[in-house]
Nanobody
Framework: QVQLVESGGGLVQAGASLTLSCAAS????????MGWFRQAPGKEREFVAA????????DYANSVKGRFTISRDNAKNTVYLHVNSLKPEDTAVYYC??????????????????WGQGTQVTVSS
């Protein structure tokens, strides 16, 4: 069984940057696509970023494209989300997720089957 643990969130001012980390327990980390989602108060969970098995292919939501970067270090069983130029509307709980084994990259929540507990990112104006 795999567990995902996010860290790195916090309270920051608009324009600041953070690096969110997701540490995965279990084996065969490099065999799974990974992703980040977020959920703001009163809103549904939304896709943020995805990365394929090797880390060479990525995909982003339009709202974060050019500001956020997803990466992974398979040797460390860790996926990262580098968030830059943060805006108040980025305030949300950010969740790391592992995709189902048949997907090499995944952009829909239904394509994932393992989720972390989330880390809070709050951006003040």
């Amino acid at each position: 069984q795999v567990q995902l643990v996010e860290s790195g969130g916090g309270l920051v001012q608009a324009g600041a940057s953070l690096t969110l980390s997701c540490a995965a327990s279990g084996r065969a980390f490099s065999s799974y696509a990974m992703g980040w989602f977020r959920q703001a108060p009163g809103k549904e969970r939304e896709f943020v970023a995805a990365i394929n098995l090797s880390g060479l292919s990525t995909d982003y939501a339009n709202s974060v494209k050019g500001r956020f970067t997803i990466s992974r270090d398979n040797a460390k069983n860790t996926v990262y989300l580098h968030v830059n130029s943060l805006k108040p509307e980025d305030t949300a709980v950010y969740y790391c997720a592992r995709a189902r084994g048949q997907f090499t990259i995944a952009t829909l929540a239904t394509m994932y089957n393992t989720w972390g507990q989330g880390t809070q990112v709050t951006v003040s104006s």
